[in-house]
């Protein structure tokens, strides 16, 4: 009943936004557009749109000069791909592993080491993290934001932990959210598929003279595998799920989630010098659980996530500025698979000051204060056990980045952190960089690295411990004890070379290459039938990553290829984690067509790959994936209507095992979608 009950909800909200389409069509069909969006801006615009990017150093730099391989999606590459899920964006992107297991759970990764619970790439949005404390990864589906108020989203290929801190590990994805003044009037837009599932997003934002603001509320209706032609499950453990009690009798897909999304921002300039920016956004989410570990409840979960902040900028000088914010995530689950309920606090206060040395030397440094505490209400014997919770965590982080140009071509950057943790120990970053421009007009430059970056452990994997003992069958445990020892801090040692090159008016090249040590990797060890976490051993990881773009006439296209392979120290060592696709290649293409209508196209193929150190859960197969949409504007450049197709080449996607599951199913793989939008 429930089900039902938020199902007519989300119709409702729907059914409500698309007759307030008809009614404002009908009275603004003859009216101009009082505000420029991108609807009506020339193709040129569009693809030539500045930006600087902001996540490499914590400096604004141009793309070509940067001291860390960055790829950049705009708001254009999201809007125009028809995609409501950021996995599902960023699988179409130079660097990027991406693993499907059900319609809500995905787990991301630069350069592979991703999994739903792998915290080995930093989740940022807009410099503020956004990872899960208490068991590491990115619950993708339950951040508190909206695609289509994303401004970019940079992605770091390469260690980031001089600039970001700990678990900036094998990269950084920053999203960056759209400004309020950016976005003024009413907006909305609702989607939906052959499925029955639904998107909708509406946002208003206003300005004046000194307050720009916006607010967006959403709602996503996402039915289940089984509901959407996929769904059949298979099991890496037979004799486990034959248990009765364990679950498995009459197997079906839970994955359904119906999600409401809330997100604002607020920006006061109190004089020329001074900004304060302050936002607040809150997700609630119904969902259905999944396995774990031989555990299925088949009960639904509800989880909500707030998220805060206030940011003041002031400018000192010309050559000094200041920025001092505070930020704070507070999640609450229901889980009825990792614990019966959890919640977490974590409030940041971070501070940081830029000074101009000079016009050629840049200074940055600041530094942050964390501090979380974590909860746990009526665990259960099939639940997480966290060991001595509630858990009580403090962080202290500095940094300082120096970049110096010593002449018009030549370069250097320094990068430096130090960060104290109580919860495991003292560790640093660093990263050192030299920039050689081959000629006098910097199209070609050259580029040298070396960094060090380091993951620290979240509690749930110092602290968490599993006992499954079904009741009514045979006994069977499945043991997931406190570590054998305290657990290390994982390190990486990297070294970089690339080259930034523009071919000529349109056409731009970049090639990276890179060679990394990882030393005290996390991972399983079995004795006697209990599975401990450990630092195992250590791996090697190498490859190189190309991308051409090129802006035509009509439109733009980027081809990429990437080759990542990552080497363990010891065969079938456990890493809790998947390896990256070692081939992985893709295409994006945007074209205007006759009668205003851009066709959009996204392709991606990537090598199979291996899981988790596992032989037992074999290998994930190569997959070719292929989206087309098809999008025009009517009303004057104030309305949109989309169709479009996502996976046009697999009906189906085989399942995937993640860390700790023994049963994975197939999830939908070819999608048919309308969308429609209109801007008030």
């Known amino acids: 009943m429930v089900e039902r009950i938020q199902l007519s909800t989300g119709k409702l909200f729907c059914i409500v936004f698309l007759s307030l389409l008809v009614v404002n069509t009908v009275a603004l069909a003859e009216s101009e557009a009082q505000e420029e969006d991108f609807f009506n801006m020339p193709l040129d615009e569009l693809v030539e749109q500045p930006y600087e990017i902001v996540s490499a150093s914590r400096l604004k730099q141009s793309a070509d000069k940067l001291s ?37 759970q995905y787990g991301a990764g630069v350069r592979g080491l991703h999994d739903t619970t792998s915290d080995r790439t930093l989740v940022l949005v807009d410099g503020r993290v956004c990872n899960n404390p208490a068991f590491g990864g990115m619950e993708w589906n339950r951040l508190p934001i909206l695609v289509e108020d994303i401004q970019r989203i940079e992605i770091v290929r390469g260690p980031g932990g001089a600039a970001w801190g700990a678990n900036a590990f094998t990269g950084v994805i920053n999203i960056i959210m759209k400004e309020p003044e950016d976005v003024t009037g009413f907006w909305g837009s ?36 089984d509901d959407a032609g996929a769904g059949d499950y298979i099991s890496g453990s037979p004799a486990l799920t034959a248990i009765p009690s364990m679950g498995y009798s009459s197997f079906q897909t839970r994955d359904f989630s119906r999600n409401w999304y809330f997100d604002t921002e607020l920006k006061y300039k109190e004089s020329e010098s001074t900004t304060w920016t302050t936002g607040a956004s809150y997700s609630n989410i119904h969902i259905g659980d999944y396995e774990l570990t031989g555990y299925f ?33 507070f999640y609450t689950t ?57 858990f009580e965590e403090d962080w202290a982080g500095l940094f300082l980045v120096d970049r110096y140009d010593i002449n018009e071509r ?27 421009a081959l000629d006098e007009a910097g199209d070609h430059t050259l580029r040298l690295s070396a960094a060090k970056a380091y993951r620290a452990p979240a509690v749930g994997f110092r602290k968490a411990s599993i006992s499954r003992i079904p009741l009514g069958g045979p006994v069977f445990a499945v043991n997931y004890a406190v570590p054998l020892e305290d657990l290390k801090n994982e390190e990486t040692w990297a070294l970089e070379a690339g080259y930034h090159g523009k071919l000529d008016e349109d056409l731009t090249l970049r090639v990276d290459t890179y060679y990394q040590r990882f030393t005290h990797l996390i991972g399983g060890v079995t004795t006697a039938g209990v599975t401990r976490l450990a630092n195992i051993d250590g791996a090697k990881g190498y490859g190189v990553e190309c991308e051409v773009s090129k802006h035509l006439k009509k439109g733009q296209l ?95 996607i085989a399942p995937i095992f993640g860390t700790g599951s023994i049963t994975a199913h197939d999830t939908p793989g070819r999608t048919f979608f309308a969308r429609m939008q209109y801007q008030f």
């Open 190 to 225: 609702t989607t939906f598929n052959d499925f029955g599932d639904s998107y909708s997003h509406l946002r208003y934002g206003h300005r004046n003279d000194k307050i720009a603001w916006r607010a967006s509320v959403g709602y996503l209706d996402r039915e289940t595998s």
């Open 297 to 329: 409840p088949g009960r639904n979960g509800l989880t909500s996530w707030s998220r805060f902040f206030t940011r003041m900028d002031h400018e000192i000088s010309d050559a000094t500025s200041v920025s001092l914010q505070w930020y704070g995530n």
């Open 334 to 390: 229901h889980e009825k698979v990792l614990t019966d309920r959890y919640a977490t606090s974590e409030n940041d206060i971070e501070a940081q000051i830029n000074h101009q040395i000079s016009d050629n030397h840049n200074l940055s440094f600041g530094g942050n204060l964390r501090y979380f505490r974590l909860t746990v209400d009526s665990p259960s014997v099939q639940s997480v056990q966290l060991n001595g919770e509630p």
């Open 410 to 436: 030549l370069t250097l950057e320094g990068q430096l952190r130090t960060d104290w943790y109580s919860g495991t120990e003292r560790d640093w970053s660093a990263r050192g960089s030299m920039l050689y």
């Open 68 to 104: 860390v391989p960055v790829t950049v999606i705009t708001a254009d590459d999201i809007h125009y791909s028809g995609l409501t899920e950021i996995p599902d964006i960023l699988r179409f992107y130079l660097g990027v592993d991406v693993l499907q297991f059900d319609r809500n």
């Open 558 to 652: 980027s081809a990429w290829y990437s080759f990542n392979g990552l080497q363990t120290d010891q065969s079938d060592q456990s890493i809790r984690s998947a390896y990256p696709s070692k081939n992985k290649a893709g295409l994006r293409f945007r074209h205007s067509l006759s009668y205003d209508w851009m066709m959009n196209v996204n392709y991606s193929y990537n090598d199979h790959m291996e899981t988790y150190g596992n032989p037992a859960w074999g290998e994930i197969p190569t997959n070719n994936r292929l989206d087309l949409t098809f999008a025009r504007p009517f009303a004057k450049g104030n309305g949109e209507f989309m169709v479009g197709v996502k996976d046009v080449l697999n009906k189906t």
